[in-house]
């Protein structure tokens, strides 16, 4: 059996839910490109308003000097990127980053942090803040690496609502990427974010030099976890220099394209977020995106440390394709 089989077999879903083989995740991606985003266009219709967009603005609270050797991340302090290793932001420059966020229109305010994990210490500080960006009305989301038992509960009593921790990549490919961490850890982590109560954000990253068959386990692994995860961040990966993946091959736009629709078919009732990468994206390949199926995007500010697309460019985007942010109001599907 291989690593990606006993992997999947980990996170075979409930009877009730679809299970997805890699191969049928594959055959998926092998599906003609335009009779791919219409399907993907029409299971969208289906459980979302495909005219509202869910909004979200990210944060580093705590940047660089990470001790991980992710191949793709500029905060590893194993790299000359030219990342600094920063200190815990305090909490009144956060809260007003999340005032700022608010008034433009971003109903979810995540906060990431450049650590293999927190230690309790920083889970204490953590807390005060979730609480803090709670009280302003927004939903919170953290990412702050691998959790020791308890953390979960802890945010989740603050007033945490999600918690992101990516998969990276597929199963297989894995060890290829990162070599710090295995990829049972971060199955670990997203099991106690789950006994905690928490909603999990989870997805990950395409352009890795990965197979496309390493692209089908990648979303397989998310389509798989029981219950699916709320949120799938894909990722297009940003190339900085420094980093051991600065020279990746590019991946062709319509193979980005492909993944935010068989994400979209896979787990029909998740939010699929344009995450980082969009930055290089041209505007009708950000079109064919929603047209596939995605409904989030991280939007103005920064997202970590690469660039995110400025505010007035994502407004005026959202403008040219009738896209309006997602209320409580016009999140509800034309079939409810």
């Known amino acids: 059996m291989t690593i ?16 997805w083989s890699v191969c049928k995740v594959e055959a998926l991606f092998e599906t003609p490109f335009l009779e791919l985003v219409y399907r993907a266009a029409q299971i969208h219709r289906e459980h979302f308003n495909p005219q509202a967009v869910q909004l979200s603005t990210l944060l580093s609270i705590k940047t660089g000097g990470c001790p991980e050797d992710c191949g793709y991340c500029p905060q590893s302090a194993r790299y000359q990127t030219g ?29 990431g942090a450049a650590w293999r994990g927190p230690k309790p210490k920083d889970v204490a500080k953590i807390t005060e ?11 919170t989301c953290g990412t702050f690496g691998l959790l020791q038992d ?34 049972d850890d971060r199955i670990n982590t997203l099991g106690k974010v789950r006994s905690a109560g928490l ?11 990965e197979t ?42 319509t193979e980005f394209v492909r993944t935010i629709a068989v994400a979209r078919i896979t787990m029909p009732t998740s939010y699929v977020r344009l995450s980082a ?26 997202l970590l440390v690469t660039g995110n697309p400025e505010e007035d460019g994502d407004q005026l985007l959202m403008a040219k394709l009738d896209l309006e942010p997602e209320t409580e ?4 599907t034309a079939a409810d």
């Open 4 to 19: 990606q089989q006993v992997e999947l077999s980990r996170l075979t879903p409930h009877p009730s839910l679809e299970y």
């Open 83 to 111: 990342v600094q290793n920063q200190q815990l932001l305090e909490i009144e420059e956060i809260v007003e980053k999340a005032k700022i966020a608010k008034s433009r229109g971003a109903g979810r305010f995540c906060m």
């Open 129 to 139: 803040i979730v609480k803090a960006v709670k009280a302003l009305g927004m939903e």
């Open 150 to 183: 308890g953390m979960a509960e802890q945010l989740k009593e603050a007033g945490l609502d999600y918690y992101n921790h990516n998969l990276d990549t597929a199963p297989e490919h894995y060890s290829e990427v990162i070599g710090t961490r295995r990829f």
């Open 199 to 209: 909603k999990v954000c989870c997805g990950g990253i395409v352009g890795m030099n």
């Open 212 to 253: 496309r068959k390493e692209r089908a386990g990648l979303i397989a692994s998310l389509a798989n976890l029981d219950p699916q995860p709320e949120s799938v961040p894909i990722n297009q990966l940003v190339k900085v220099e420094g980093t051991p993946l600065m020279d990746a091959e590019d991946l062709d736009w």
């Open 277 to 302: 990468g969009r930055q290089g994206m041209s505007e009708s390949m950000q079109a064919m995106c929603f047209m596939a199926g995605a409904n989030s995007i991280f939007y103005g500010d920064k």
């Open 329 to 332: 109001n016009n999140k509800k």
